[in-house]
């Protein structure tokens, strides 16, 4: 099992993503028979867990983690360690609201949480139709889509999550 996990590991932290598929396949024949069940969640995640390779490297590990997550999550434990008992649902909102202002502030102004320009260069440039062509991808029109209202979605999500729009 440990072999297993260093080898999904390996397919995970790929720079890239025709690299990933290569050690996808090499874990897929070396553990079929004695993982089987883990080989096929691997394979069936796949696409959603390396969709951040087709990104610049710079940001893989920044939007492959959930590191700012914790730590908000952290942040939150530790104020609530302190009240212990809210009088109320309403002071326990309140707490929770000024807590996530003061990280949305702390993350739009001030200190550059990410610096975007290699982002935006990249989108531009792919905009322009450079694409590399061993990044291995699959257009958009070729996934599956679950229902119409997920056709209207579809998208959307990461130039919302990238572009803040």
């Known amino acids: ?13 790929a ?4 690299s990933a598929r290569a050690r996808l396949r090499e874990t897929c ?11 096929a969640l691997l394979e069936s995640a796949f696409d959603e867990v390396t969709s951040v390779l087709v990104l610049p490297v ?6 492959r983690t959930t590191n700012s997550q914790e730590r908000l999550n952290g942040e939150i434990r530790r104020r609530d360690r302190v009240i212990r008992i809210y009088p109320n649902r309403a002071s326990c909102e309140r707490l929770l609201g000024a807590l996530l202002m003061e990280f949305d502030e702390a993350m739009t102004s001030g200190k550059v949480y990410t610096n975007m320009d290699d982002y935006h260069a990249w989108r ?7 694409v590399p062509q061993d990044e291995g991808l ?28």
């Open 58 to 63: 710079k940001y893989h590990r920044l939007l």
């Open 1 to 13: 099992m440990e072999s297993f996990l260093a080898s999904a590991k390996q397919v995970l932290h």
């Open 29 to 39: 024949q070396s553990f079929e028979g004695r993982c089987s069940k883990a080989v």
């Open 15 to 18: 720079p890239n993503l025709a």
């Open 138 to 165: 699959v257009s958009r029109e070729a996934l599956p889509v679950a229902d119409a209202s997920a056709a209207a979605f579809k998208g959307k999500e990461s130039e919302v999550l990238l572009t803040g729009g």
């Open 124 to 130: 531009l440039e792919r905009s322009e139709g450079h």
